[in-house]
């Protein structure tokens, strides 16, 4: 692990944009026909893989159920059961449920009332939701309301972790989310491209079992 304590954290982290860009080119984050359909799928997409919750969200539009009311009337037995692809889909209906009540009952189910708050107002009230934690609050958002808000995930920690930038993958996601917006521009196009360049190295390089050849990162500190 590199020591990077003299160093100039943003010239690092702009590095580390610039390669993972160069190398992967533009990640088209989040896919979804909408903000309510990212919001749906922040909340689905805790604990799997996207492709269970495309899955998911699929049996939701073939009933014609992908619109907060409809949600909100459908029983949570019949959402269960419509999102099981996602997994933990009793869990995962509570607290679609949860969410769309409060969308509804705040904001009549108008992403752009929603939108037009403060983001550390919305975040506050995300986070008074069951069953949502600091990434899928602020998933919500930056994807869907476009707020200027990083995004911290597993990815991101092992990344920044086995390149120096953090001690522990254990560290508090706000220690993490503090040192991109101090260090990175505020900007939602960047913190969304970003983001989904950690998740995609990630995957293909940064595994639990690294696979170092051939990662952009490792041009890093040369």
């Known amino acids: 692990m590199s020591d990077i304590s003299k160093r100039d954290i943003r010239v690092l982290l702009q590095r580390v944009f610039d390669l993972l860009y160069n190398h992967f080119g533009p990640q088209h984050w989040w896919p979804g026909d909408g903000p309510f359909e990212v919001m749906v799928g922040a909340i689905l997409t805790q604990n799997t893989n996207w492709s269970n919750v495309e899955r998911a969200i699929s049996n939701l539009k073939s009933r014609g159920l992908l619109d907060a009311e409809s949600i909100d009337r459908c029983s949570e037995t019949a959402l269960s059961e419509l999102i099981r692809p996602a997994g933990y889909y009793n869990v995962k209906a509570e607290r679609l449920k949860a969410f769309v009540r409060y969308f509804v009952d705040r904001y009549d189910g108008d992403v752009k009332r929603m939108k037009n708050n403060p983001t550390e107002k919305l975040r506050k009230e995300l986070l008074e939701i069951k069953g949502v934690g600091p990434e ?52 939602v196009q960047l913190y969304n491209e970003f983001h989904a360049l950690f998740v995609r190295v990630g995957k293909e390089f940064c595994r639990p079992r690294p696979l170092c050849r051939g990662c952009p990162l490792s041009a890093l500190f040369q």
Not at 141 to 162: C, N, S
Not at 166 to 176: A, G
Request: aromatic content about 12%.
């Open 136 to 187: 899928t609050a602020d998933s919500i958002l930056l994807y869907a309301l476009e707020k200027p808000v990083f995004v911290v995930d597993a990815y991101t920690k092992r990344v920044l972790h086995r390149h120096g930038f953090i001690e522990t993958e254990r560290i508090d996601y706000h220690h993490v989310q503090r040192l991109f917006h101090k260090a990175v521009k505020r900007d």
